[in-house]
């Protein structure tokens, strides 16, 4: 029995997106693959509200955060999280021996103004890592708040991860002063995982070029440089299955409506938010909430993964805690092509199961 996903990812993916990944090969140096690259960065500058450059790396969102960080990071990194995935950039750094120090909020909170301010104020950092929307602990970190520090300080280089958000929020790169945005396909975008994401500035591209080790396959101004040289191409040979797929996707979310994709995304979170409020709470900063994923505080002390064993049952998954909230909370996304009924079936039999009705 196939489980219907309310996961952070991957989510479920429509029937005829899935079909596009079987379209027949083509060659990935042939005219036909630059023109099918050229017309996704195109709808992906409209997605992410950017007019700098889109690149696309076979590659999990954690590939193109570890090149964000080793490619553009000349003296030192300040790394902002709120939560497990957000101190996975500070342990990249440490990987590839980019000198970083790790700015941590408390679960459930999100990154301050002040805290930016603070730690860029001390000229000591030309790169700073943010996270948009953590799926670990619930939170979106309001980056509109932000934005005025990013721009007090015109030579840092700004990366945001919105892996988990991009395609379910709004999220205007340009106009938030971010470098290097990244996102992969697996979350709010509804596809099979596989592929990433990034826009890349003129900034990051001369500050890379100040970089003198930048590792080979995740080398950002690689990717750049390669693709206006050889009209949108890639060093190495791309999954052009999840482009087709991409490609397909990205002119259903353009026919859905950039904005009536958003308040779906709200209206689904709302939802998730007002149940768990009615039969739980909430784990993060209610000032602070994610419109792809709400983490709900488990203050009855049920059985998280009996309860996901009898769900799979009945053909739904959701998620435990992650990491130190394990058992403590529970996660439901709602992202993607998800709608309000599947979200109410989903809540509907977590109500039969613990007997909440």
């Not at 991957?10 to 899935?18: M, S, Y």
């Not at 709010?188 to 930048?214: D, N, T, W």
């Not at 709302?270 to 209610?286: I, M, Y």
């Amino acid at each position: 029995m196939h489980k219907k996903l309310f996961i952070p990812g991957p989510v479920e993916v429509r029937r005829e997106v899935l079909d596009k990944m079987a379209t027949p090969m083509i060659g990935h140096r042939s005219k036909d693959a630059s023109a099918l690259q050229r017309g996704i960065s195109e709808k992906l500058q409209t997605l992410f509200y950017t007019k700098e450059t889109i690149l696309l790396s076979t590659s999990s969102g954690s590939g193109l955060m570890e090149g964000a960080v080793r490619s553009c990071t000349a003296k030192r990194a300040a790394v902002f999280s709120i939560g497990a995935f957000g101190k996975r950039w500070y342990d990249m750094a440490l990987a590839n021996h980019v000198p970083a120090d790790l700015f941590e909020s408390e679960w459930g909170q999100a990154t301050t103004p002040e805290m930016v301010d603070g730690a860029l104020a001390t000229g000591k950092y030309d790169l700073i890592t943010i996270t948009h929307n953590e799926t670990s602990t619930g939170v979106k970190n309001p980056v509109e708040s932000l934005a005025p520090v990013f721009k007090k300080y015109p030579d840092v280089v700004v990366c945001m991860d919105t892996v988990s958000s991009m395609g379910g929020s709004k999220i205007e790169v340009d106009a938030l002063g971010v470098d290097i945005c990244i996102t992969s396909t697996q979350k709010a975008l509804a596809l099979p995982p596989g592929l990433s994401i990034c826009s890349f500035s003129g900034k990051a591209l001369e500050r890379a070029r100040q970089v003198p080790y930048r590792g080979y396959y995740l080398d950002l101004l690689a990717l750049y440089e390669y693709l206006l040289d050889k009209d949108f191409q890639y060093p190495s040979t791309p999954s052009l299955p999840h482009m087709f797929a991409l490609d397909y996707q990205l002119d259903c979310m353009l026919q859905e409506g950039l904005e009536q994709r958003f308040a779906r995304h709200q209206e689904l979170a709302q939802r998730v938010r007002a149940w768990a409020g009615e039969h739980f709470a909430l784990f993060a900063n209610p000032l602070h909430l994610s419109d792809t994923l709400t983490t709900i505080k488990n203050t009855r002390n049920i059985d998280v993964a009996g309860l996901n064993k009898e769900l799979g049952q009945r053909g739904y998954q959701i998620s435990n805690g992650y990491g130190k909230a394990k058992d403590k909370t529970f996660r439901i996304a709602h992202m993607g092509d998800c709608t309000l009924s599947e979200v109410d079936q989903l809540l509907g039999e977590i109500e039969d199961i613990l007997k909440l009705k």
